[in-house]
């Protein structure tokens, strides 16, 4: 009797656990756009395919706890019912079918629940919807470059991340760059991500995007964000040493200061020569 007790108060013990860790996540979701201290939970998602990945990431936690429950609840009746004291002569059986069966069907059964969803969000991450606005991200080492095609534009600017000492209040370290990647709300942004020397990642977390920057090669992903704000990713393959300080910063706004801004771009950095050849480009088509 004594060992039946000995053997279910660990299992009681992490369930309580489990439970109060989920608790505590809940409490502790993260801040909009960017990491918050002490967050265990994933960064708040404001695009539908950041919807798609959370909730995705939410069953898949509660099946690995259910079948981590399930495995610990059969490992404590073994060490309780047949250890050699409660079960002196052990059974010699070898096979039964019915069991055999089930730990054959069961597996399978949850391999297809998680492959269901999975390949949906896949497909919604991979087809790209009819998009409004295109940027290229280009990788550098170690900084962004942003080219804005010649229906936006047509001009191109760096994204250099600002230095510890000269942070504004709000703007987090490592996090904030100088010149932000401006984008409107609620349309759908076609993003073309390339780099310009070695490997790098196009990764924003409140967006559900994370690609490669791959040298000589053009991949491609989207988002349509669903609030305003600034949203910040870092460079997500390691690419150097200058790898932690190339963030990138995202600022959704709406269609006015997007139009506001886009004009106020297009001169800014139309004085950089690469401005002026993507504008010749962009007249002689
Ligand atoms: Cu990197």
Same mark, same amino acid.
């Given at each position: 009797m004594r060992i039946e007790r000995a053997g279910f108060r660990p299992a009681i013990t992490m369930l309580a656990a489990i439970v109060a860790i989920g608790i505590a996540s809940t409490a502790m979701a993260a801040g909009i756009g960017q990491p918050e201290e002490w967050q265990i939970d994933l960064q708040q998602m404001v695009t539908p395919v950041g919807h798609g990945i959370a909730s995705f990431h939410t069953w898949l936690v509660w099946l690995i706890t259910l079948i981590s429950l399930f495995v610990l609840a059969l490992l404590a009746v073994i060490v309780v019912r047949f250890n050699e004291r409660a079960n002196p002569t052990p059974s010699r059986t070898t096979h039964n079918t019915l069991l055999e069966v089930a730990w054959t069907v069961v597996p399978v059964l949850i391999l297809i629940? %998680?492959?269901? =969803?999975?390949?949906?969000?896949?497909?919604?991450?991979?087809? %790209? =919807?009819a998009h409004d606005v295109v940027v290229k991200a280009t990788g550098n080492s170690w900084y962004w470059s942003y080219e804005y095609p010649a229906d936006q534009g047509g001009f191109r600017f760096e994204s250099n991340m600002i230095p510890e000492t000269e942070l504004k209040p709000g703007q987090p370290r490592l996090l904030a760059a100088d010149n932000e990647m401006v984008v409107p709300v609620n349309k759908v942004v076609r993003v073309q991500v390339t780099a310009a020397d070695v490997l790098h990642n196009f990764a924003v977390p409140s967006f559900g995007v994370r690609i490669d920057a791959v040298p000589g090669r053009l991949n491609e992903t989207w988002f349509r964000a669903e609030r305003e704000g600034i949203y910040y990713g870092q460079c997500s393959e390691l690419c150097g040493n200058g790898h932690p300080y190339m963030p990138i910063n995202v600022r959704v706004v709406n269609e006015q200061d997007y139009a506001a801004w886009l004009t106020q771009a297009k001169q800014k950095f139309a004085r950089s020569g690469d401005g002026r050849a993507l504008q010749l480009a962009a007249n002689q088509q």
């Open positions: 629940a %998680i492959a269901i =969803p999975s390949f949906r969000l896949l497909r919604e991450q991979l087809v %790209i =919807p």
